[in-house]
């Protein structure tokens, strides 16, 4: 795994920008997740407007009506990049769909997933990881669906008890994998993740699996 050690998130954010904006192209589809982690970085490729890209899909949604304050969608959109993208007629796949159910839902976006990785030649990820060790919309000890790119899985703890999300199978898929990781509270589950032991109950330690770890650029304000 390619380790990039910052000082603070600000100097993550600016290095993956950084890291991006000379990889991308549009041969490449990039795949974005949710939460807070990566929200500064979709400011930023919004706000310079350096950003080139064949296509963007997500890897994870809450399953919510399309435009809702707590999708990943709605979070993406208040950044500005929607509007950039828009702009610069770089088409944009979202998860949700409106009148579909929630297992049609993530049996769509599987189909849309599937497309994506064949039309275009290189995919790149952009991912975060809890304190839990999630990652993506995968959580610990959830039911491994090797078939499926995404599924439709339950987090009776979230915000949002529905969420949709990409599978294993579909991260090893990816290209690349970029992963952000920042503040005190994750510095333990970064050390875990290293640790030989079960993915089930730590998703994130997917990172560490061979095949995976070379492929996979972390970047973190915590020294492990």
Same mark, same amino acid.
């Given at each position: ?21 000379? /990889? ?13 982690? +990566? ?8 706000? *310079? ?9 997500? !890897? ?8 809702? /304050? *707590? ?9 500005? &990049?929607?509007?950039? &993208? ?12 409106? $009148?579909? +159910? ?34 993506? $919309? !995968?959580? +610990?000890?959830?039911?491994? *669906? ?20 990409? /599978? ?11 992963? &952000? ?8 589950? =970064? ?5 030989? $032991? ?19 650029? =972390? ?6």
């Amino acid at each position: 795994m390619n380790t990039q050690t910052v000082p603070n998130p600000q100097e993550g954010i600016r290095l993956a920008n950084k890291f991006l904006i000379k /990889t991308l192209d549009k041969r490449t589809v990039l795949f974005l997740s949710g939460g807070k982690t +990566p929200e500064p970085l979709y400011r930023k490729f919004a706000r *310079e407007k350096k950003f080139v890209v064949g296509a963007v899909g997500m !890897i994870d949604e809450r399953f919510t009506e399309r435009g809702h /304050t *707590e999708s990943n969608e709605a979070m993406i959109e208040k950044t500005g &990049l929607l509007s950039y &993208l828009s702009k610069k007629n770089i088409p944009f796949y979202p998860m949700l769909r409106k $009148g579909l +159910p929630f297992e049609k839902c993530a049996h769509t976006y599987d189909v849309t997933v599937r497309f994506l990785l064949n039309h275009f030649s290189k995919s790149v990820g952009v991912m975060g990881i809890g304190e839990d060790g999630h990652t993506a $919309g !995968i959580l +610990p000890n959830a039911k491994e *669906e090797p078939r499926k790119l995404v599924s439709a899985v339950l987090d009776p703890n979230g915000v949002s008890p529905q969420r949709i999300t990409m /599978t294993f199978s579909a991260l090893t898929l990816i290209d690349m994998l970029v992963v &952000l990781a920042f503040g005190e509270n994750k510095r333990k589950v =970064l050390a875990d993740m290293r640790i030989n $032991g079960s993915i089930a109950a730590l998703p994130a330690r997917f990172y560490s699996q061979k095949g995976i770890v070379k492929k996979t650029i =972390l970047i973190t304000d915590q020294t492990i």
